[in-house]
């Protein structure tokens, strides 16, 4: 049978997997860092009436710079980053990991690289493979922080075009400090000059202020957010950066002409509408987060402190027996390669519940 690496493909796509979490179909699916509550109904019908008024105009083409959106992600990054912004300093695609994908068509591509803190978000280093930039994996200490001395020596080191900073980091939950990310930004722009991507995807779940206030002044500096997981649209596939409005400007060279259609942005203005409501389930999965870190440790795990909605908890000496146990009691959490360590995100507190009761049981298992 013909497989992929019987095409001509490229490369360094040979005998490559694609990113693929499971998508089993079990009762209590907590492996995705989903939020667990769908959109209130007053939304779903704001969302419906505004898709059909878009529909209305789908002979055309969608506004390109998707300047109203823009406006309203502006309006919200400044109500509740610590930091005014305008359209100008915000670009909206399809997902966060767009946005990566563009940042890193612009700033890395072949001959370049990029650097991630490892473990990290996969995806950073796939979409650096996708865009032919080399990668660089750096480290993390023991307790899965971003040590500022040895990562301050790999940038110095690789010189890398691309420096990924994930806080909350996935799949940890372990945030980084405003000090620390200061300082890599210094050493990428003696090594560099290079671009400093601080990826948010978790930062309204988290204890400590965004990160955005540092954008100011360091226009090599970017901070990537998204609405899929406290805005509970994982679906929507929305993701934006804010920046010096001459990064908005630089992505603007590879994005696709009109690559953000009107149904996405009309949906996405009409979820920004209902944003008091969203943020309000945001607090809700906070408390079950700290519950979850709370019970997990009274059980007798060692877990991560979390700054995101999801908690790393271990150690196993068998990860993937304990995911597969866990799994064979109804509950799907999330084995990402960390060896000693699984990660479950908050759900709903019944979810939580259900998990909690699984890995109870387990704990007693090993003990006999
Ligand atoms: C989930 C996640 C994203 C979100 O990606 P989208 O494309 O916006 O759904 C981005 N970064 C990290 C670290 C994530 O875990």
């Not at 040590?147 to 909350?168: L, M, Q, Y």
């Not at 965004?210 to 679906?235: C, D, W, Y």
């Amino acid at each position: 049978m013909t497989g992929i690496d019987d095409l001509p493909v490229r490369e360094e796509l040979r005998g490559k997997s694609p990113y693929g979490a499971p998508q089993l179909d079990v009762p209590v699916q907590l492996n995705t860092n989903e939020n667990p509550y769908p959109l209130p109904e007053p939304l779903v019908a704001r969302i419906a009436e505004r898709v059909a008024e878009a529909a209305r105009g789908l002979n055309r083409y969608p506004d390109r710079d998707a300047v109203e959106l823009r406006t309203e992600l502006a309006r919200y990054l400044t109500r509740t980053g610590g930091h005014p912004v305008t359209a100008e300093n915000v670009w909206a695609a399809n997902g966060s990991n767009e946005v990566l994908q563009q940042l890193l068509q612009t700033f890395g591509g072949p001959g370049r690289t990029a650097i991630g803190f490892e473990p990290s978000y996969s995806m950073h280093a796939l979409i650096a493979r996708g865009t032919g930039t080399g990668w660089i994996s750096g480290p993390r200490d023991d307790d899965f922080r971003v040590d500022v001395e040895s990562a301050c020596k790999a940038i110095a080191e690789h010189r890398p075009d691309v420096v990924f900073v994930t806080s909350p980091n996935n799949p940890t939950g372990t945030a980084v400090e405003a000090d620390t990310v200061l300082a890599l930004y210094e050493a990428a722009q003696a090594a560099g000059p290079s671009m400093v991507v601080v990826d948010e995807a978790y930062v309204e779940f988290s204890h400590r202020d965004s990160l955005l206030p540092l954008i100011e002044g360091r226009p090599n500096l970017v901070v990537s957010r998204t609405m899929s997981k406290a805005f509970g649209a994982a679906g929507l596939r929305l993701g934006y950066l804010a920046a010096h409005p001459a990064v908005v400007d630089a992505v603007q060279l590879v994005r696709l002409p009109y690559h953000l259609s009107a149904v996405t942005q009309a949906t996405a203005l009409a979820a920004l509408e209902h944003t008091d409501t969203l943020l309000g389930y945001v607090e809700q999965l906070k408390a079950e987060r700290d519950r979850l870190v709370a019970e997990l440790r009274a059980i007798g795990y060692e877990v991560t402190e979390s700054d995101a909605n999801f908690v790393q908890f271990g150690k196993f000496p068998d990860t993937h027996a304990a995911w597969r146990a866990i799994l064979d009691r109804g509950v799907l959490v999330r084995d990402n390669g960390v060896p000693g360590w699984l990660r479950v995100t908050a759900g709903t507190p019944e979810e939580n519940d259900a998990f909690l009761d699984a890995v109870r049981e387990l704990m007693k298992e090993q003990e006999r």
